[in-house]
């Protein structure tokens, strides 16, 4: 049986007559809803109409009156109920509109479902979803967005101020503003988020002003600070994700970064302030600030360096006054001692600020090591850093020291020590001086506790690498040997009962590398220790025939028994002073020519031995003339009238100034160092310019040293002299390396 043909028309009056009652549903009017039969009914009529034999195929025609629909209806009901409102009321309205369209578009979509399956598949149409959507977008959107643009801005700037508004409104309202890009993102972007920054960048340009001027520098970041939270929170609540990154970038930049400049330099209450008066909560809240925009601690770190800068300097200048003061009371030396240990005390304060305050970011680390470099290698009053550095482990070191600290708290200030060592440049002339000062300890029973001399050993090593410590980590070594050495001498002279040195004798055997290099002079040695040396010869000869003993007689002590007239004295002296005093048994008198002759001692140190003997504290010899200076006319004679309170006595020698050699001693090392530098570079790289030569040499060296340019190119001539370097003939810039 054929099926009856359903003609445009009359096939349209029955839809006109659901769509109708679609229409006032949306409009809340009276109406039973659709039921089941209703709406097979609707969507048969299309199913019919499109499946009908041409020419009375409707498809392409219905396609056209399923968007006409949508345009009647946003016409004659949509926009005027939009136009007759404003502001909030009408953005509640576009909302409404927009769910009633949706819902418009998902129950035509169905009624007319077979144009999509068929039809608009064919034909590569845009679907009906589409369709619809595109209505609202091209008639309802493009009317009334720059309206609701407004109306939104202006709430959010209400919000701002303090006044309550209908936060789920904005979000139905930015979510038209999504959902009518259809996937993309380009008309929230177009249409609303430009305004919306544009809008926020002038609202928070107008707060900065103001609150520049008005406010304190923490007062000021506490706004910011909240600013940027609230704009967050405002995100979350109802603009789009993708908008979050850009208004914080938007309200940093009129907040922070057109003012950091004038903030940070507040004058009671900038960065330096902060830094003076340690508001470490205020630094921390600076630091989260400035964080995240690029570059923008840049200014708080040079203003941290400067700070630090100016504290370290004004440290070094007070020790210098206080030095200076103290000259003629003899406190010179105190004064360079409390200065390390106030150096350690701010580099602790400062690197507390760098991981607390500034959570440990790279630039605030450079910032204190750059400004410690610039008053860690100061000179105060004629003494090196390196020296006061090694001077200060050595009073921590030794026993009797000034520093009177529980093991705990030495290996803390040694570790803190060898932190300092990091900024200083010359490592190479603390290694010396440290290691002359390890020396005494060592060799004069000085040092207070071996584990912790091997403790700072192990952190230098850490700090400096294996080199730095070698020869100082010889030296501990040495000392446990020649205890050992001492021991089996001992045990010799029990086993030969024959051998008699006569006295009682202790020798230190050490290996020459290791330690700094002592004058040895052929010192005459009396008759009484000169059998004590040949004993232990003999004893060392039985042990080892490889090795020469050389006698450093300028280390060694004695104590000599003086029998004065009231009393009889126990003297502690140096070898040096007891060959001279002992020269008084065979003799009441002597000049200054003959003790000289006797002992074969230069003027200089017998100067130095006789004024310790005859001028200063003790005096056990009596001059002629009777005065402070030594002259090669003087005669001496033992004073027998001697007394003191004590029965055991120390005679000191006046101490030398061992500052020159020690710095001699490590030019020389440096000459070899840069020497080795240069031919290392030139051997890898066989011709080189000269600037770069110089440039790797420094960089090279820099880990111990900062080598001096001129130094450098002394160095490359004395090379060339000695054919492991020549200019290129036709480029005198230009080094190339002899094999």
Not at 405 to 429: C, F, G, P
Not at 471 to 496: C, I, P, W
Request: hydrophobic fraction near 35%; aromatic fraction near 10%.
């Amino acid at each position: 049986m054929e099926r009856k043909i359903i003609d445009l028309d009359q096939g349209w009056a029955y839809m006109l007559k659901g769509i109708t009652k679609l229409k006032r549903i949306l409009e809340g009017l009276p109406e039973d809803p659709f039921s089941s039969e209703d709406y097979i009914f609707l969507y048969t009529t299309i199913y019919n109409m499109c499946t009908q034999k041409p020419p009375h195929d409707y498809s392409q025609q219905l396609y056209d009156m399923y968007r006409e629909v949508f345009d009647e209806y946003i016409a004659s009901m949509v926009l005027p109920s939009l136009k007759e409102k404003h502001d909030e009321f009408m953005l509640s309205e576009l909302v409404q509109r927009w769910l009633n369209h949706k819902v418009m578009v998902r129950w035509q979509s169905r009624f007319f479902h077979y144009l999509d399956r068929y039809f608009v598949a064919r034909r590569s149409l845009p679907a009906l979803y589409e369709v619809g959507l595109a209505c609202f977008r091209d008639l309802v959107y493009q009317e009334v967005k720059a309206n609701a643009r407004d109306a939104v801005i202006s709430l959010i700037d209400k919000e701002r101020e303090g006044e309550q508004i209908d936060r789920a409104l904005l979000k139905n309202v930015i979510d038209i503003f999504v959902a009518i890009g259809m996937g993309q993102m380009e008309l929230y972007e177009q249409d609303f988020e430009v305004h919306m920054l544009q809008d926020s960048g002038a609202y928070y340009s107008r707060k900065a002003s103001s609150w520049i001027s008005d406010d304190s520098c923490p007062d000021y970041m506490l706004k910011a600070e909240e600013c940027l939270k609230r704009e967050r929170d405002r995100v979350s609540h109802y603009l789009h994700i993708s908008s979050e990154q850009k208004l914080v970038e938007k309200v940093q930049h009129e907040l922070l970064v057109v003012y950091e400049t004038q903030l940070l330099e507040k004058e009671y209450s900038g960065c330096r302030a902060l830094l003076r008066d340690d508001k470490v909560e205020d630094l921390s809240r600076m630091y989260r600030l400035y964080h995240k925009i690029p570059k923008g601690l840049d200014p708080v770190s040079t203003i941290f360096k400067q700070h630090v800068t100016a504290e370290g300097m004004a440290l070094v200048q007070q020790a210098e006054d206080l030095a200076s003061s103290q000259t003629a009371n003899g406190g010179v030396g105190v004064q360079e001692l409390v200065l390390v240990r106030k150096i350690i005390e701010l580099h602790d304060k400062y690197m507390a600020y760098v991981n607390d305050c500034f959570l440990n970011h790279s630039l605030f680390h450079k910032a204190l090591k750059e400004a410690f470099e610039v008053f860690c290698n100061k000179t105060v009053l004629g003494s090196s850093s390196a020296e006061l550095l090694a001077t200060f482990c050595d009073n921590i070191l030794k026993k009797g020291g000034s520093e009177k600290l529980s093991d705990e708290a030495i290996e803390e200030t040694l570790e803190k020590v060898v932190k300092l060592l990091a900024y200083i440049s010359d490592k190479d002339l603390f290694a010396e001086f440290y290691r002359k000062k390890l020396a005494r300890r060592l060799l004069f029973d000085r040092s207070a506790n071996e584990d912790h001399e091997k403790s700072i050993l192990t952190k230098l090593k850490q700090q400096c690498g294996a080199q730095f410590t070698s020869k100082m980590e010889g030296m501990v070594t040495d000392l446990t040997l020649a205890r050992e050495n001492q021991n089996s001498f001992e045990e010799y002279l029990h086993k030969n009962a024959n051998v008699n040195p006569g006295l009682d004798l202790t020798v230190t055997v050490l290996t020459t590398g290791f330690w700094p290099s002592y004058k040895s002079c052929d010192l005459s040695l009396p008759q009484e220790m000169v059998r004590c040396v040949e004993v232990f010869k003999e004893f060392y000869e039985t042990k080892t025939k490889h090795r020469k003993l050389t006698w450093i007689y300028s280390l060694g002590s004695c104590n000599v028994i003086g029998k004065f007239d009231s009393k009889t004295i126990e003297l502690i002296v140096s070898t040096y002073q007891a060959a001279a005093l002992l020269l008084f048994n065979n003799a009441d008198r002597l000049s200054y020519s003959e003790i000289m002759t006797q002992l074969n001692l230069t003027h200089d140190d017998l100067v130095r031995l006789l004024h310790s003997l005859s001028c200063a504290k003790y005096k056990i010899l009596n001059k002629e003339p009777n005065t402070k200076t030594i002259l090669p006319t003087d005669n001496f004679e033992f004073n027998s009238k001697f007394t003191d309170r004590m029965r055991r006595i120390k005679v000191p020698l006046p101490p030398v100034d061992e500052r020159k050699r020690v710095i001699e001693d490590v030019d020389k090392d440096r000459r070899y160092a840069i020497d080795a530098a240069l031919v290392r570079i030139m051997k890898s790289r066989k011709v080189l310019g000269h600037q770069q030569l110089v440039m790797e040499c420094v960089e090279q060296l820099g880990r111990m040293f900062k080598p001096d340019i001129k130094a450098i190119k002394k160095r490359m001539e004395d090379l060339i002299t000695r054919d492991y370097l020549e200019r290129d003939k036709d480029n005198q810039n230009i080094f190339k390396y002899l094999a």
